[in-house]
């Protein structure tokens, strides 16, 4: 071993202890929450602040990762096929009850160990400040009375406040048709268009709509619920106006099924201290929402029959039909092909000219085609096997091959790898806070 | 009035922490900004659980630093890597890095820089004097309307392509387009072209497209023999710290008294795309690039550098304008502003009309700390760009490897799915062969980005009609905007028509 080797190696095996303070105590690795909606959202916002103190509860760092996408079906089906090891956890919504009746996903509240609910957002109906409407029983009235069907929105098609919206109507015996609702993408966008005059009614929960409420830009009719919202104690209930309707979103922390027994007790009783403790209470109340918090039992029970519930409803007709789109899904792509084969025919015409002389200098800078082959199945190659063998060897044997493919010296090769797969891992691992796959050697 | 002022005064400037608050966190912005991967909304969410711990004003004064340093930095592996930072950069990264292999980074860095806190100032007096009467404009905005933004935003990439090479912008932009509709469609909530693999759903994230795009695929075209003889990936002038402040105040002080033009239009372009919901940073950068190219036929190097500097001036007034409707409705321009309501919630402040007189102060404290934040980006970023200009001096045989190594843990980074590293890795190969054959990058990008919204505003458009499409044109403001964009794709059809007759004669 040459003297210039020698502390590389050292450097190497410091680095591999610090990596491996492995222990019987579980957990001993940083925990992922796995968030289905993007970051700033109310969801989001929970899981962090539960990420917060799960760390101080458990002592391991808790990293929040939001899968979002496809209204929740990529946060639910990453968090339900995740190794079942208790480090990942998911905070799973009401879209669990509905994407499987949607025929979106194959993940049921049935995928999950249910460890602790959290809270409830009740539905609630908002109109703008100037709206002709002064109760529910108003809108109600002018709904059966609609010639043309009123613009509604809230979320996209098949959205809870979308369901809890037509559940009301149908709940009613007030005709569907007398409302149109218009897909947007989430409650602050749906909002703006409330404000812009583009929809007339928006079903969305009150701390969604906190601010505009408070500023009195929005009016608020009805709560779906038989208990007012502490937020907005002002508002009535549908219940206090006649209309025995309840719909609302809930929040929850599950594992994925298979999680050792004695691991899932461990942490429902973290998260059930972090849920009960006057840190989470007030933040929840600052935020305003509904603190609604249930063990893993009782939160299990609520679950499937909320899913019988919400598959009732998502049976029914009004749901069914795909009222929204006038034009078919396939409609924008078709345009969007059609006017590429215009465009590719006229410039390939036009450049037919110009086309021998950009050959030539294309061919100066030929590059080597092994190499490139080369490259791609290495990548490739960690692509496949980083999950089992670990960020930190396939990288590190990533990062080797490369380097000695372009034929750098054997020992530079080394003595890069050993200096930047490390600190990068450090950087991204612990500094930022991304969950890189742990694999074979716990690192 | 006045001591809401002064309070503010106090609050911003005579307190230590501050001061400190905002120079840790701007080093921290230049950082994650300088990694392909990591966004500046992500640098935010990453920094909400320290924000519990501050008072509103320091929490405030650390996100308006770190997302402004990490625009900023996200010009930095575009110049030298040509891999872009954020995706505010993605407009003008062919053309920087161009310009950066002829020796011109440290130059074009230090435009970039002071255009950078030029926007970052110029957003924030309009933030200060007019956000709440332009909050009234935001207001205006229906679907329809981001129907036609969304549109003319597209044309800009067409707009910005080299005479000649128009139809190849035009096919990149459309293969953007058609990525974007791999899915499940937010309009239809039915999947398209998934296959049945689930990871499809979310559709194809554009931050890792991105970085294959640009990043993996220069890996890929510079494996050829020849250049891997080459000592870095561009030549350097191994100039002194003080030429290069030199050379950007000579840069700056020629900017505001030869392109005062451009830069007010550059900053307002900016913060009045940055205040729509929807619309931030991004496609500021990408139409004031347009506006800046437009008319130039045959441009030289110092055409080029202006275009860039007007296209960093409007991606970082833009972030002003993010927080005009956030302040003013409490509905966030943009994913930052989202958080930061988040925030201000947990300090027991509603943002809203409200908070102009409840909480003046803070009002003005928001205000002062977005001319600070600019200010203290200066001396940090002159320091990034010199060390980031000694990555690029590294072997190429070495520093290809490393680049590869970033590249996918930049864009596992993101969402932590090994998905994203394969969606890299097909996009590199992808970008290169579209390189090859001389089509443009940059709207790929682009299309992938507002391919999704802009579908999901044509049909929400159309459901509102019901089906009708004059229902795409029965506002006032619509009209007006479908008009801008009519007169936008007429221009490009009249100037391609023209090349295409000129240039059999040459």
Not at chain 2, 30 to 35: D, P
Not at chain 2, 395 to 422: E, H, M, Q
């Amino acid at each position: 071993m040459s003297p210039r080797v020698r502390p590389a190696v050292w450097l190497a095996v410091c680095l591999s202890v610090v990596g491996c303070r492995h222990g019987d105590q579980w957990p001993n690795r940083p925990i992922t929450l796995v968030c289905p909606w993007s970051a700033g959202g109310g969801t989001d916002r929970v899981s962090r602040q539960i990420a917060v103190q799960l760390e101080a509860e458990l002592g391991v760092p808790v990293n929040v990762v939001n899968a979002t996408g496809g209204g929740g079906v990529t946060g639910h089906t990453r968090g339900a096929t995740a190794r079942p090891d208790g480090y990942t956890l998911t905070m799973a919504t009401v879209e669990l009850n509905m994407l499987h009746w949607r025929g979106l996903c194959p993940i049921t509240p049935d995928s999950y160990r249910p460890l602790a609910m959290l809270n409830q957002d009740s539905a609630a109906i908002f109109v703008r400040s100037d709206a002709p409407w002064n109760s529910i029983l108003d809108l109600q009235q002018a709904l059966r009375d609609a010639k043309a069907p009123l613009p509604v929105s809230g979320s996209a098609i098949g959205s809870i406040w979308h369901l809890a919206f037509v559940g009301w109507l149908l709940d009613q015996d007030v005709p569907t048709g007398s409302a149109n609702w218009i897909s947007i993408n989430g409650s602050a966008p749906s909002l703006q268009e409330l404000l812009a005059g583009g929809v007339e009614v928006v079903c969305c929960s009150i701390p969604e709509a906190g601010a505009l409420l408070t500023a009195g830009e929005v009016r608020c009719l009805g709560v779906m619920s038989d208990q007012r919202c502490p937020a907005a104690p002002d508002v009535p209930t549908f219940h206090e106006q006649k209309i025995a309707w309840s719909m609302g979103g809930w929040r929850g922390l599950v594992y994925p099924r298979g999680v050792p027994e004695s691991r899932a007790r461990k942490m429902e009783t973290a998260l059930l201290n972090v849920a009960g403790s006057e840190q989470f209470a007030s933040f929840m109340e600052t935020a305003g929402f509904h603190l609604d918090v249930a063990d893993g039992a009782s939160f299990g029970e609520f679950l499937s029959q909320a899913d019988q519930a919400f598959g009732d409803i998502l049976a029914q007709p009004a749901m069914q039909q795909r009222q929204s789109a006038p034009v078919g899904r396939y409609f924008v792509p078709g345009l969007l092909a059609i006017v590429a084969t215009i465009v590719g025919g006229i410039g390939l015409v036009s450049n037919r000219g110009s086309r021998t002389t950009r050959r030539e200098d294309e061919s100066e800078s030929s590059i080597d085609v092994r190499l490139l082959i080369g490259f791609v199945v290495l990548i490739a190659l960690f692509i496949a096997c980083c999950e089992t063998v670990g960020y930190l060897t396939a990288s590190a044997a990533l990062l080797l091959s490369l380097l000695l493919m372009l034929r750098v010296r054997v020992l530079i090769a080394a003595l890069i790898v050993l200096v930047t797969v490390p600190s990068l891992y450090q950087v991204f691992a612990r500094a930022l806070g991304v969950p890189l796959p742990w694999g074979w050697f716990g690192w | 009035m006045n001591d809401a002022l002064m309070q503010a005064m106090d609050d911003v400037f005579g307190r230590p922490e501050v001061w400190l608050i905002i120079l840790a966190s701007a080093c921290y912005g230049i950082f994650v900004g300088a990694i392909p991967g990591l966004t500046a909304t992500m640098a935010v969410a990453l920094f909400v659980p320290i924000a519990y711990w501050l008072d509103p004003v320091s929490a405030i004064a650390a996100i308006v630093t770190m997302v402004a340093c990490a625009i900023f930095a996200g010009d930095l592996p575009t110049v030298f890597l040509r891999i872009p930072g954020t995706p505010a950069s993605a407009a003008y990264a062919d053309e920087a890095y161009s310009l950066a292999r002829k020796g011109e980074a440290q130059r074009l860095l230090g435009v970039a820089l002071t255009c950078s806190v030029t926007g970052g100032v110029l957003g924030a007096l309009v933030l200060m004097l007019l956000g709440s009467q332009l909050a009234k404009i935001a207001r205006w905005f229906s679907v329809t309307e981001y129907f036609w933004l969304y549109l003319i935003g597209l044309c800009c990439a067409v707009l910005v392509a080299p005479g000649g090479a128009r139809w190849k912008a035009m096919l990149s932009l459309i293969l953007g387009l058609l990525l974007a509709t791999v899915g499940l469609g937010a309009a239809h909530m039915e999947p398209r072209f998934t296959f049945g693999i689930a990871s499809l759903y979310q559709g194809i994230s554009f931050i890792p497209a991105m970085i294959g795009l640009f990043g993996l695929s220069e890996v890929f075209s510079n494996l050829s023999s020849t250049a891997l003889q080459q000592k870095g990936t561009h030549h350097i002038g191994s100039n002194s710290l003080a030429t290069t402040i030199r050379q950007a105040g000579s840069d700056w002080c020629s900017r505001m008294t030869n392109r005062k033009t451009g830069t007010t239009r550059s900053g307002l372009l900016g913060v009045l795309i940055g205040m729509l919901p929807g619309a931030g940073a991004d496609i500021a950068a990408w139409v004031a690039f347009a506006a800046a190219k437009r008319g130039t036929e045959k441009e030289t190097d110092q055409d080029l550098v202006d275009s860039i500097g007007d296209a960093t001036t409007a991606n970082s007034a833009a972030l002003a304008g993010g927080w005009i409707p956030a302040l003013v409705f409490g509905i966030p321009g943009d994913s930052v502003t989202a958080i930061v309501i988040g925030v201000l919630l947990m300090k027991n402040v509603t943002p809203g009309p409200a908070i102009f007189e409840n909480q003046a102060s803070l009002v003005y404290s928001i205000y002062l700390v977005f001319l600070l934040a600019n200010l203290v980006m200066l001396p940090i970023g002159l320091l990034a760009i010199r060390v980031g200009g000694r990555v690029v001096r590294i072997p190429k045989r070495i520093l290809l490897p490393l680049i590869v190594l970033f590249c996918i843990t930049g864009s596992y980074a993101l969402n932590g799915s090994l998905f994203d590293v394969a969606t890299m890795l097909a996009m590199g190969l992808i970008g290169y062969g579209l390189s090859r054959h001389g089509f443009p990058l940059g709207p790929v990008v682009l299309g992938l980005v507002l391919g999704g919204p802009l579908e999901e505003r044509l049909i929400q458009s159309l459901t509102a009609a019901a089906g009708n499409p004059l229902g795409l044109v029965d506002r006032p403001l619509a009209i007006v905007l479908a008009c801008i964009a009519a007169c936008v794709i007429l221009g490009i059809l009249r100037t391609s028509i023209r090349e295409s007759h000129s240039t059999p004669a040459n």
